[in-house]
C-alpha cells in the first residue's frame, strides 16, 4: 500500500470501527459499500492481521483492530490538526466546515447560514451532522459542535451564542376547553406532550417535581423531534415545554400561548447555547461561520416571544 494512501484508508477504517458497518461507513462518505469493503480488505492484507470480526449480524473489532483504532485517531487527528493550523494562518475561507448540532437548531438555524456562506464563498464546503449524542470535536474531527445545556470542564474553546429559556405553551383552542392553569400543580389534569429519547431538555422534572410518567401522568404524545412536537402542539394536542427557539415565533405570532410565564425566569428553565472548538485560532472558515451565526441569532435572540 503507499504511503500517501495509508492516511485515506486509516481515516475509512476509523469510520467503520465508528458506524459499525461497511454500509454506516460508506453513508457517511457517500460511496458504495463495496468501495469501502475494499479498502479494508486491503488494508488487512497489507497489515497481514484482521481488523474485524464479520458476521451476519455485527462487525466488530478484533484486538489488532482495538490497537490499530487508537494510533489511527491519533494520527488523524494530528493531520487534522496540521492541517488547520496551517489553514488558520490563511485568510482564504476554504475546505470542509464540519459541524454537528441538534437536528432541530441546525435545521432552523445553522442551515439559513451555512446557505449564505456557501453562496458567498464558492470555495467552501460543509458536512452538517445533526444529531441528539454528545459530538466531540476532537475525536470527530468536527471544526465546530453547538451544544445546548451545562458544559463540563475541559480544553474545548466556548463561545456564547445565545441563552435557551423553555417556554411551556399551548394551543388557544385547546386552552378554550381545558381545566384552568394557574400553577404548576394544575399540569396534573391537563394533556402533555413529551420526550420520547435521549436527555431531558423538556424539563418535566423541573416543573412537576418528578417525570410525568412517576407522577402516574400519560403522555398524550411521544416523540424524539422537536419540531413534531412543535407541530403537536399546534395540532392541539396538549401542552409543550419546549426551548424558545422552537416555539418563541409561535407565540410572538400567537399560533400559541405561552403558560406560567414566571416559570421562564426560573433558573431551572435557562441555559446557555454554545459554540465549541479545538483550536484557540480557528481557520478563517470557522470565525466567518461562527461570526455569521452570531449575526443571524441576534442579541436579543431572534426568536424570543
Request: proline content about 2%.
Given at each position: 500500500m503507499q504511503t500517501e494512501k495509508f492516511a485515506d484508508v486509516l481515516a475509512i477504517?476509523?469510520?467503520?470501527?465508528?458506524?459499525?458497518?461497511f454500509s454506516g461507513a460508506a453513508r457517511r462518505r457517500g460511496v458504495n459499500p463495496s468501495s469501502v469493503s475494499r479498502q479494508i480488505d486491503a488494508l488487512e492484507q497489507h497489515l497481514a492481521t484482521p481488523l474485524f470480526q464479520r458476521s451476519t449480524r455485527q462487525l466488530s473489532l478484533t484486538d489488532a483492530g482495538e490497537v490499530l483504532l487508537v494510533r489511527a485517531r491519533q494520527i488523524l487527528d494530528a493531520l487534522v490538526d496540521a492541517q488547520q493550523e496551517v489553514a488558520s494562518m490563511s485568510d482564504a475561507v476554504a475546505g470542509v466546515l464540519r459541524v454537528a448540532c441538534f437536528p432541530?437548531?441546525?435545521?432552523?438555524?445553522?442551515?439559513?447560514?451555512?446557505?449564505?456562506?456557501?453562496?458567498?464563498y464558492p470555495a467552501l464546503r460543509v458536512e452538517l451532522d445533526l444529531t441528539e449524542r454528545v459530538a466531540d470535536p476532537v475525536a470527530e474531527r468536527l471544526d465546530v459542535v453547538i451544544r445546548i445545556g451545562e458544559l463540563s470542564d475541559s480544553t474545548l474553546i466556548a463561545s456564547h451564542l445565545a441563552t435557551q429559556t423553555r417556554l411551556l405553551c399551548a394551543l388557544p383552542a385547546y386552552l378554550a376547553q381545558a381545566p384552568a392553569l394557574q400553577q404548576a400543580a394544575d399540569l396534573?389534569?391537563?394533556?402533555l406532550i413529551d420526550k420520547m429519547h435521549g436527555a431531558d431538555l423538556l424539563?418535566?422534572?423541573d416543573l412537576l417535581g418528578e417525570p410525568p410518567r412517576q407522577l402516574g401522568l400519560q403522555?398524550?404524545?411521544?416523540?424524539?423531534?422537536?419540531?413534531?412536537?412543535?407541530?403537536a402542539a399546534l395540532e392541539g394536542f396538549g401542552v409543550a415545554y419546549l426551548p424558545d427557539w422552537?416555539?418563541?415565533?409561535?407565540?410572538?405570532e400567537g399560533r400559541l400561548v405561552q403558560l406560567l410565564p414566571g416559570w421562564s425566569e426560573d433558573g431551572r428553565s435557562r441555559t446557555g447555547i454554545?459554540?465549541?472548538?479545538?483550536?484557540?485560532r480557528p481557520p478563517a472558515r470557522v470565525a466567518v461561520f461562527l461570526d455569521a451565526l452570531k449575526a443571524h441569532i441576534g442579541s436579543p435572540p431572534r426568536w424570543c416571544p
Open positions: 477504517f476509523a469510520d467503520v470501527a465508528r458506524e459499525g458497518s432541530t437548531f441546525g435545521k432552523r438555524h445553522v442551515l439559513p447560514v451555512l446557505g449564505r456562506l456557501a453562496e458567498q396534573r389534569a391537563h394533556r424539563g418535566w422534572a403522555s398524550v404524545f411521544r416523540c424524539d423531534d422537536f419540531e413534531a412536537m412543535r407541530i422552537v416555539v418563541g415565533e409561535d407565540i410572538r454554545h459554540a465549541l472548538r479545538a483550536l484557540r
